[in-house]
């Protein structure tokens, strides 16, 4: 069973920067897809970003042109650069891996948290 370790969160002002790390127990075998989501109390889990096999990248409207998804294969490593974070980015950030036959395999999460 593949696990997932993200870390990388904490406590920043508006403006600043932090790179979000999530890596992967074991290789990868049968996966479409990495990515980003995150999650507010009373709110549904949202897509921040996501990253195929083959590199395709998808963003949330709202994170465009801030952050970037990107990962290393080798060390089974998806990593969020998340620049010019606002408060409104405060959230609970999880990894995701989804699977061809449509599994998804989330992490434990890591706080983000944004100081205005």
């Known amino acids: 069973q593949v696990q997932l370790v993200e870390s990388g969160g904490g406590l920043v002002q508006a403006g600043g920067s932090l790179r979000l790390s999530c890596v992967a127990s074991r290789n990868i075998l049968g996966i479409v897809a990495m990515g980003w989501y995150r999650q507010v109390p009373g709110k549904q889990r949202e897509l921040v970003a996501t990253?195929?096999?083959?590199?395709?990248?998808n963003y949330a409207d709202s994170v465009k042109g801030r952050f970037t998804i990107s990962r290393d294969n080798a060390k089974n490593t998806v990593y969020l650069q998340m620049n010019s974070l606002k408060p409104g980015d405060s959230a609970v950030y999880y990894c995701?891996?989804?699977?061809?036959?449509?599994?998804?395999?989330w992490g434990q999460g890591t706080q983000v948290t944004v100081s205005s």
């Open positions: 990253i195929t096999t083959r590199g395709s990248t």
């Open positions: 995701n891996l989804h699977y061809a036959l449509g599994a998804d395999l």
